[in-house]
């Protein structure tokens, strides 16, 4: 189990980060404050770049990092929202070595969040 000291607090019966076999399993994260534990404001876009700034702390207290994700699932409570997602997504990782990626959209998400993802990441080698 992975347990990032600096994300956000997890009352929930689930591990932030789970590595099996060479990958690492990140569970679903939303754009949470770590600090307050509530949403950011500021809509989709806010709350992308919160969930995978969320996301990079669980991959980086298991030794990892956004360049070893391998396969992302994002979750949009509005399909609509999905340009405005895409653009802020595309800053965080490299063109050309893009992780495979699905999208689906959802009817209600956790907290009233606009967006949540799962990632799972490749362990680099020691």
């Known amino acids: 189990m992975v347990q990032p000291g600096k994300?956000?607090?997890?009352p929930y019966p689930f591990s932030p980060g789970v590595i099996s076999n060479g990958l690492?399993?990140?569970?679903?994260?939303?754009?949470?404050?770590?600090?307050?534990?509530?949403?950011?404001?500021g809509g989709v876009e806010a709350?992308?770049?919160q969930t995978?700034?969320?996301?990079?702390?669980?991959?980086?207290?298991?030794?990892?990092?956004l360049d070893d994700v391998v396969s992302v699932t994002v979750y949009l409570s509005n399909m609509d929202d999905f340009s405005k997602m895409n653009a802020i997504y595309k800053q965080f990782f490299k063109e050309g070595t893009y992780?495979?990626?699905?999208?689906?959209?959802v009817a209600k998400?956790?907290?009233g969040s606009s967006?949540?993802?799962?990632?799972?990441?490749?362990?680099?080698?020691?």
């Open 7 to 10: 994300a956000p607090a997890n």
């Open 24 to 41: 690492l399993f990140v569970s679903g994260q939303v754009g949470t404050d770590p600090q307050t534990g509530k949403l950011v404001s």
């Open 47 to 49: 709350e992308t770049t």
């Open 52 to 65: 995978i700034q969320n996301i990079k702390t669980v991959l980086e207290a298991a030794g990892a990092s």
């Open 99 to 105: 992780p495979a990626r699905t999208t689906v959209g």
């Open 109 to 111: 998400l956790v907290f």
């Open 115 to 126: 967006v949540e993802m799962t990632m799972t990441a490749a362990m680099p080698k020691k």
